[in-house]
Structure formats: C-alpha cells, structure tokens
Nanobody, 111 residues
C-alpha cells in the first residue's frame, strides 16, 4: 500500500513561485509513474504533469515551460516546482500514482 502526503501549497501573488512536495510511503513507490493533478472550484480534476519511473516528464500545455516535475526515488519524494504562477493556477493540487491519491494541498494565486 502506498500513502501520499502533499505539502507546500499556500497563497502567492501572480508571477510568484511555489514548490509542492509529495512524500510517499511504501517501498514500491519507485515502480510507479507519478503525477500531479489539480482541481479548481467548479471544475473537473485535470492532469498537470507526470513523471515516469526513470524520470521522463510530461506536462499539460497550460503549465509547460512554467512548471517542473521531478522525483527522488531514493527518498520516495515527488516535487512540482511552479514558476510564473497565474490566478488560473488556483486549485487544490493532488499527488497520485494513478491508484493512490493524496489529500491535496491548496494553491491560491492572487492577481
């Protein structure tokens, strides 16, 4: 069983940066492609970025060139570096293995 705990959310002004972290328990973490999703109020949950077991990233067009996903398999961590944040990035951000989901962390970007 894998448990995921996100942290690093908060309130930031437009143009600012935040770094989200996701701590995974369970020694099978390294076998999963991991991803960040987000859900804004009144909207469906959407994929933000994913990263394969070997570290190949993939991004939604809306965050490409602004966000960077990374992982450290040695310590079971996933990160999402978010730069040049926009008000439309405001959402609850979730870490997921596709099967397991964290509880989410709120990101609010003020204009």
């Amino acid at each position: 069983q894998v448990q995921l705990v996100e942290s690093g959310g908060g309130l930031v002004q437009a143009g600012g940066s935040l770094r989200l972290s996701c701590a995974a328990s369970g020694n099978i973490f390294r076998f999963y492609t991991m991803a960040w999703y987000r859900q804004a109020p009144g909207k469906q949950r959407e994929s933000v970025a994913s990263i394969t077991r070997s570290g190949t990233p993939n991004y939604a067009d809306s965050v490409k060139d602004r966000f960077t996903i990374s992982r450290d398999n040695a310590i079971n961590m996933i990160y999402l570096q978010m730069n040049s944040l926009k008000p439309e990035d405001t959402a609850v951000y979730y870490c997921t293995s596709g099967v397991h989901w964290g509880q989410g962390t709120q990101v609010t970007v003020s204009s």
